[in-house]
Nanobody
């Protein structure tokens, strides 16, 4: 079992920045792809960005050039630096990981952290 804890959400003015963190804990696991999703009220959960274990990244068009995902494999942590925030970035942000446990691939979600951008 892998447990994910997100932090760093909050309220910020449009144009501002926030940095989210997600720490994975457990035993005998290896984190593969790590990702951030978000879900705004009334909307489906959407993929924001992913990062492989070797650092290859992908971003949704809506956040390219503004958000940066990174990870620290020694700390089992993934980060999301969000700059030039817009009102439409308001959502609950969820950490998602693809982990190997005893050779089996499993997916885990964090509990979510609220990001509110005031226009």
């Amino acid at each position: 079992q892998v447990h994910l804890v997100e932090s760093g959400g909050g309220e910020v003015q449009a144009g501002g920045s926030l940095r989210l963190s997600c720490v994975a804990s457990g035993s005998n696991f290896r984190l593969e792809v790590m990702a951030w999703f978000r879900q705004a009220p009334g909307n489906q959960r959407e993929l924001v960005t992913t990062i492989t274990r070797t650092g290859i990244t992908n971003y949704a068009d809506s956040v390219k050039g503004r958000f940066t995902i990174s990870r620290d494999n020694t700390r089992n942590t993934v980060y999301l630096q969000m700059n030039s925030l817009k009102h439409e970035d308001t959502a609950v942000y969820y950490c998602n990981v693809d982990a190997l446990l005893s050779g089996k691939r499993r997916h885990y979600w964090g509990q979510g952290t609220q990001v509110t951008v005031c226009s």
